[in-house]
């Protein structure tokens, strides 16, 4: 049994647009961080880390827009990886975590890695697609 429905529901659906989109994206990164050992998720994460500025684990989810469920599993393979460790001054919710000498070394070797992932896509889909999404996608995120 079909049911009816008009064809903009499913071909102009952003949900499953943007999640098409970013699983393919995902699955890019991904492969290519797949040497080090890393997703894409916990990459970001070392990224956001090593930049600094959060003053807290929440401080960290908002940041990156994640659950703190999920920031919490990933902080704690990066730790258990031996790249991320507390900060003694903080627990809890007020926790810092900074890169270990090894996390440092890990982002040194998957920064390009990550650049060069970056500049293809770039290349792939043109200059002004290229700008055109970067400005959709935080137009986007802006709406949550």
């Given amino acids: 049994m079909t049911i009816p429905l008009p064809d903009a529901l499913i071909d102009e659906c952003l949900v499953l647009k943007s999640r098409k989109a970013a699983r393919a994206i995902t699955r890019r990164y ?56 507390p900060d003694q001054t903080g627990q809890g919710k007020t926790q810092i975590f900074s890169l270990t000498a090894q996390g440092e070394e890990k982002v040194r070797q998957i920064a390009p890695v990550w650049q060069e992932i970056q500049s293809r896509i770039h290349r792939e889909i043109g200059t002004d697609n290229w700008h055109a999404t970067q400005q959709a996608l935080a137009l986007i995120a802006g709406i949550g």
């Fill in 30 to 85: 991904n492969l290519a961080l797949k040497p080090y050992d890393l997703q894409c998720t916990q990459a970001s994460l070392l990224f956001c880390i090593a930049r600094g500025g959060f003053q807290s684990i929440s401080n960290l989810a908002r940041q990156m827009d994640l659950e703190r469920s999920a920031l919490t599993r990933n902080l704690a393979v990066l730790q258990r990886g031996g790249m991320i460790a």
